[in-house]
T-cell receptor, first 113, second 111 residues
Framework: GGIITQTPKFLIGQEGQKLTLKCQQNFNHDTMYWYRQDSGKGLRLIYYSITENDLQKGDLSEGYDASREKKSSFSLTVTSAQKNEMAVFLC????????????FGKGTRLTVV | QEKVQQSPESLIVPEGAMSSLNCTFSNSASQSIWWYQQHPGKGPEALISIFSNGNKKEGRLTVYLNRASLHVSLHIRDSQPSDSAVYLCAVSDTNAYKVIFGKGTHLHVLP
């Protein structure tokens, strides 16, 4: 088995601040994902990466940057936090293509004051 | 672009009843369809997947897929209070790397 570790678990930022969320996986999976989960809106794909140094935009990439410098890690940057924003960011990985099981971390809960 | 719709938004059933959840997707050429379960404060966990038309059973779970009608359903037999969670339908896009989720169904099983 493996695990996906997201840090931090809770993140409080200020409006306009640049914030970075980190994710590590020890499954040795090729593909990694960042999703945003808002109440009533399900999971929306922000970025995904099919291998080291690859980046693909999802449906919600505006306002975010991502980085995959190592196979095991995938970071997400909120380029300018929006006031009163509150969401959970979920990191995930799959062995290869998306038609295989996707494994999730426990999430980073973001609050912007 | 793949779209995934789930219904109902919320479902309340008594303990021991059958729970039936629905999901429609937009592309008949989509890859496997997965169902995930998410408890509060946790990440989603995979429950069951299906690729071919027809049904698939695993324990108390049965999934039915009809690609012609772009519809998949999940049925939980003998529902238990511990089954109370959000259930997410996930479809991989035709490029097979991009995985799109529905908004989820909140299932509440009353003891």
């Amino acid at each position: 088995g493996g695990i996906i570790t997201q840090t931090p678990k809770f993140l409080i930022g200020q409006e306009g601040q640049k914030l970075t969320l980190k994710c590590q996986q020890n499954f040795n999976h090729d593909t990694m994902y960042w999703y945003r989960q808002d109440s009533g809106k399900g999971l929306r794909l922000i970025y995904y990466s099919i291998t080291e140094n690859d980046l693909q935009k999802g449906d919600l990439s505006e306002g975010y940057d991502a980085s995959r410098e190592k196979k095991s890690s995938f970071s997400l940057t909120v380029t300018s936090a929006q006031k009163n924003e509150m969401a959970v960011f979920l990191c995930a990985s799959s062995i290869n293509r998306g038609n295989t099981e996707v494994f999730f971390g426990k999430g980073t809960r973001l609050t912007v004051v | 672009q793949e779209k995934v719709q789930q219904s109902p938004e919320s479902l309340i059933v008594p303990e021991g009843a059958m729970s039936s959840l629905n999901c429609t997707f937009s592309n008949s050429a989509s890859q496997s369809i997965w169902w995930y379960q998410q408890h509060p404060g946790k990440g989603p966990e995979a429950l069951i997947s299906i690729f071919s038309n027809g049904n698939k059973k695993e324990g108390r779970l049965t999934v039915y897929l009809n690609r012609a009608s772009l519809h998949v359903s999940l049925h939980i037999r003998d529902s238990q209070p511990s089954d109370s969670a959000v259930y997410l339908c996930a479809v991989s896009d035709t490029n097979a790397y991009k995985v799109i989720f529905g908004k989820g169904t909140h299932l509440h099983v009353l003891p």
